[in-house]
């Protein structure tokens, strides 16, 4: 199957500042979503982005299909965005891939 | 609208004994999806119902069983749980073929000693 890594595995951040997360596919995807994991275990939908770019509010995520990579942007990070980054992809319902994810802990 | 919703929240089981997950969703959605999740480690995907009727294996569905009772409903049964099963057990559903977005559950923390 798809292989997904996801870099970097944590990242520690101050409040305020601002970080971008990858997501590197071994194979073309068509169906590309990324979520957090908040502290309570919760998995919440950020983005469905198989390709181009969208934004919400201080997230954003880039696909770059024909690249195999995905970025989601976190700008003027904040203590609640603290959690697990996952990406996951992949070409039909059996062959969706999770990566490993980024711990990210924002410290006030 | 409670989206997916799973029972139960918490459970603890003795090596052997059995047990059934339930998982059910209101977004009238055909697709339903099985995973477990181990400390630092993403999600796994153990089986999958692409459409009421059909089941599917994932990534590790030894020792697992499901049904997928009507489009609502799909279940993960354990046998002859295994400490090796410990683990957090999340449902998903998607919609319609071609746009795989899941929406997941809120777990189940299954601890087998």
């Known amino acids: 199957g798809i292989q997904v890594e996801q870099s970097p595995p944590d990242l520690i951040l101050q409040e305020g500042a601002n970080s971008t997360l990858r997501c590197n596919f071994s194979d073309s995807v068509n169906n590309l979503q990324w979520f957090h994991q908040n502290p309570w275990g919760q998995l919440i939908n950020l983005f469905y982005i198989p390709s181009g770019t969208k934004q919400n509010g201080r997230l954003s995520a880039t696909t770059v299909a024909t690249e195999r990579y995905s970025l989601l942007y976190i700008s003027s990070s904040q203590t609640t965005d603290s959690g697990v980054y996952f990406c996951?992809?992949?070409?039909?319902?059996?062959?969706?891939?999770f990566g490993q994810g980024t711990i990210l802990t924002v410290h006030p | 609208n409670a989206g997916v919703t799973q029972t139960p929240k918490f459970q603890v089981l003795k090596t052997g004994q059995s047990m059934t997950l339930q998982c059910a969703q209101d977004m009238n959605h055909n697709s339903m999806y099985w995973y477990r999740q181990d400390p630092g480690m993403g999600l796994r995907l153990i089986y999958y119902s692409a459409s009421e009727g059909t089941t599917d294996k994932g990534e590790v569905p030894n020792g697992y069983n499901v049904s997928r009772l009507n489009k609502r409903e799909f279940s993960l049964r354990l046998e002859s749980a295994a400490p090796s099963q410990t683990s957090v057990y999340f449902c998903a559903s998607s919609e319609f073929q071609g746009r795989i977005f899941q929406y997941f559950g809120p777990g189940t923390r299954l601890t087998v000693t």
């Open positions: 996951h992809g992949g070409t039909s319902y059996g062959k969706l891939t």
